[in-house]
């Protein structure tokens, strides 16, 4: 019966999904009343069809079936026959039955299913709905009660089936029957009990709800980045982005889901590629997204027809205003005028006078751009221009003077006979009669004698001369006393002065003696004995009387006395040159300097305490002596540098464990333990540099790292780790020893059983013979051997 229940059901439903369901809400709310309605009353008739047809009443529902329930009638004091069970004489009888609602069973009389007794003899129907919930029909189901059972329907979008009310797929049931639940445009959504229509991406509804529109996402959103040369081109449903003319799409630099989703454009240089497409004098400038033709400097025009430019007529030159411009084909150069200098765009003026006077004998002066000359007073210019002539005063008038006129260059002088003196206008002449008219004609001293005459002297240094009035100077520095001075005397007018030759200076208690002197000056109690030569006293034998040591004192140390130095903190011994260390160094290390040691090529640290592994462990290793490490987390080798193959957590959905925390997972899984599932083929760069191996694969225990690439340990190079180096050791070699800048490197590659590499480092001596240096031994990952 169920399967006729179900086809008529869905019949029904598609009967109801025949008319468009993006119609208004009333009208599919009608169709599904009418269709439930024409649902229930078939399913009615169907369970009373089912209920008439068994020998027994069985509820409509076919799914819950309630325990049976009997209810026995207790008979009663009677004067009529004794009846079997709790049957009853019923009136009008002739013998024992059960009232007609009652139904007998043996000798009894009990309710039927669905009722239950109440009273003596009257069944009551039992509400098998009436309880929290759904009760007896499950969810998505509404109980109907009826006399003696009960009846389900399933809730609009659901249809009964074996295990209760099941949601319906609108969706796919469309897509049997060919109809439509949604426009042509829009996509069904099926949902619990019903199902949406909405629209595809790049699409929005209308607001009527009637259809979907296209989206353009160019105009209210910048999707391509402009800046990158891109252009935003709307599709039905999406859009595109295409590089803007005058640029041209780049070829991708990044392969996979991380990559960005817009294309990088390149301005096209039409210039680069197309030499010629400005011709004539044009000049092709490229410009972002294109190009544009300019005339060459020098030149007008637009830029496809040129011309030659007149700078010096447009103004457009940059000659300096003290500057001639002159046009040229293209261009134009500039010139200074004479008396400037420069390059003509800048010109400034040339001071002839500076260079010979200007070739001026006298006086010169500068103006702007030229020059001109001028003579001193009792001279006039020459013809010339440059030169002066003496101007002869005694030939007009006899110069002004009242007898005598002698010429002079650049002037004259009146003279006067004796006994006659010159007046104050030194033109006239008049008799002397006191020391009041210029001094009575004397240099020096005029005194008037009993007489009445003027007598000249002169002062000390001085002599008379011949004509009784003028002074000549005495020179002292002349006898052969040379003036009292010890060494040289220097005569000047009136006097003289005592000097010293070079190497001594005149003594500040006695002027006329000289004394040494010495630089530097002599210290130390050092007498100056002569110039730079001081006497010393025992003990400073330097320059200047000054401390030696020998070797000098180092390290800012002072010398005392002879070999005596006096060292900064840190530094003792003879010259300050051994360096003091409060803590000892250890393990062969040398103090170099104050608490500073200088430690051997396997140990570091302040005192040389701490070993050192060449090469550096690895991984989080630990050296804990020279060249021994201690590794964590399972990791192995010398340097620890072997992976181990151990995962902390397990491997999930089939994943192998390939290294320390690697899994190499199987193919739709991806994720440090595989754990998460992947819809597509592609996997992400993360992902891929985790479980994809190298191709070919990493050597000497060599890491694969993303894009195909090996992270190589020490010790190890090539793109794949292939070649064996020597690690690289500094170690400090003292400059006495002399020891060349060279070195060589071997190694002996012993992947054997021990998989031990040994390098050998050598140096060359003085002597040009290589010596071993140190040697380093450390293990390496050989590659596993092929079983035979």
């Not at 399933?154 to 060919?178: H, I, K, N, S």
């Not at 949902?191 to 709800?209: I, K, Q």
């Not at 003319?245 to 989703?261: I, K, L, S």
């Not at 007073?377 to 003077?401: A, F, M, S, W």
Request: proline share 7%.
């Amino acid at each position: 019966m169920t399967p006729l229940w179900t086809l008529l059901s869905a019949l029904l439903l598609v009967l109801s999904m025949a008319q468009p369901l993006s119609s208004s809400e009333e009208t599919e709310i009608e169709i599904l009343k009418q269709a439930e309605a024409e649902f229930i009353k078939s399913q009615n008739q169907v369970t009373k069809n089912a209920v008439g047809s068994l020998p027994e009443p069985i509820p409509s529902h076919m799914l819950t079936t309630s325990a049976p329930s009997i209810a026995t009638v207790s008979p009663g004091p009677s004067l009529a026959p004794q009846c079997p069970g709790n049957q009853l004489m019923l009136e009008g009888s002739t013998g024992c039955s059960c009232v007609p609602s009652m139904v007998k069973d043996g000798d009894n009389c009990t309710c039927p299913v669905g009722f239950t007794l109440e009273g003596a003899a009257e069944c009551k129907d039992v509400d098998e709905c009436d309880g929290e919930g759904s009760a007896p029909c499950g969810l998505h189901a509404s109980c109907i009660n009826t006399p003696g059972s009960y009846s389900c329907s399933c809730l609009r979008g659901y249809l009964m089936g074996a295990g209760g009310c099941q949601d319906v797929d609108e969706c796919a049931l469309a897509a049997v029957t060919g109809l439509q639940p949604c426009q042509s445009d829009t996509e069904c959504k099926n949902t619990a009990g019903s199902f949406t229509c909405s629209c595809p991406l790049g699409y929005v509804m209308e607001p009527n709800g009637q259809r979907c529109v296209d989206v353009d996402e160019c105009s209210f959103e910048e999707q391509c980045r402009r800046e990158l040369g891109n252009v935003c081109i709307n599709t039905p449903g999406s859009f595109v982005c295409q590089c803007q003319q005058g640029f041209r799409a780049q070829p991708p630099t990044c392969v996979g889901p991380e990559c960005p989703d817009y294309t990088v454009c390149q301005d096209v240089d039409e210039c680069l590629e197309s030499p010629a497409v400005c011709d004539g004098q044009g000049v092709c400038e490229n410009t972002l997204g294109s190009y544009k033709c300019v005339c060459q400097p020098g030149y007008r025009g637009n830029g496809t027809h040129c011309e030659d430019e007149n700078e010096c007529t447009s103004g457009a030159h940059g000659c300096d205003t003290n500057a001639r411009c002159s046009n040229i084909i293209g261009s134009y150069f500039c010139q200074c005028y004479p008396g400037f200098d420069g390059d003509g765009h800048s010109c400034f003026d040339v001071d002839e006078c500076l260079a010979s006077n200007g070739t001026c004998e006298h006086i010169c002066a500068n103006t702007l751009g030229s020059f001109h000359c001028s003579c001193r007073p009792g001279y006039q210019l020459h013809i010339d221009g440059r030169t002066c002539v003496d101007i002869d005063e005694c030939k007009l008038q006899n110069g002004g003077c009242s007898h005598t006129c002698t010429n002079s260059p650049g002037g004259h002088t009146c003279n006067c006979p004796p006994p006659l003196l010159l007046a104050t206008d030194n033109l006239t002449c008049s008799n002397i009669t006191s020391c009041k008219l210029r001094n009575g004609g004397c240099d020096h001293i005029c005194t008037m004698s009993a007489e009445g005459h003027a007598q000249c002297s002169c002062r000390t240094g001085w002599k008379l001369d011949e004509d009784l009035r003028s002074c000549e100077d005495i020179n002292e520095c002349g006898d052969f006393t040379n003036g009292g001075c010890e060494q040289l005397c220097v005569n000047h007018p009136g006097g003289f002065n005592c000097t010293c030759r070079e190497g001594y200076e005149v003594r500040t208690d006695d002027l006329t003696k000289c004394q040494p002197v010495c630089v530097p000056t002599c210290q130390n109690y050092g007498v100056c004995v002569a110039p730079n030569s001081c006497d010393c006293p025992p003990g400073y034998p330097g320059v200047g009387c000054s401390a030696m040591c020998s070797p000098p004192c180092a390290h800012g140390g002072s010398c005392m006395r002879w070999n005596k130095c006096l060292c900064p903190a840190g530094w003792t011994g003879t010259g300050c040159h051994t360096a003091l260390c409060e803590l000892p160094c250890a393990n062969g290390g040398r103090c170099v300097g104050p608490d500073t040691c200088q430690c051997p090529f396997d140990y570091t640290g302040p005192q040389c305490l701490l070993p050192l592994c060449t090469p550096a462990c690895q991984n989080g290793g630990s050296c804990v002596d020279v060249n021994k490490c201690t590794c964590v987390a399972g990791w192995q080798g010398a340097r620890c540098q072997i992976e181990p193959v151990q995962c902390q957590k397990p491997c999930q959905n089939g994943g192998v464990c390939v290294g320390f925390n690697r899994c190499h997972c199987t193919k739709g899984f991806t994720g440090n333990s595989c754990e998460t599932g992947q819809s597509g083929l592609l996997l992400c760069a993360v992902s891929a540099a985790v479980t994809t191996p190298c191709v070919p694969p990493c050597q000497h225990g060599a890491t694969c790292s993303p894009r195909n690439t090996c992270t190589c340990p020490e010790g190890t190079a090539g793109l794949r780790c292939e070649r064996l180096t020597c690690p690289v050791v500094t170690m400090v070699v003292g400059m006495a020893r002399a020891v060349r800048k060279a070195s060589r490197e071997s190694y002996v590659d012993r992947c054997g059983p021990l998989g031990v590499q040994l390098c050998t480092k050598y140096r060359i001596n003085q002597a040009r013979v290589y010596v071993q240096a140190y040697r380093v031994g450390y293990k390496i990952q050989c590659p596993e051997r092929k079983s035979r």
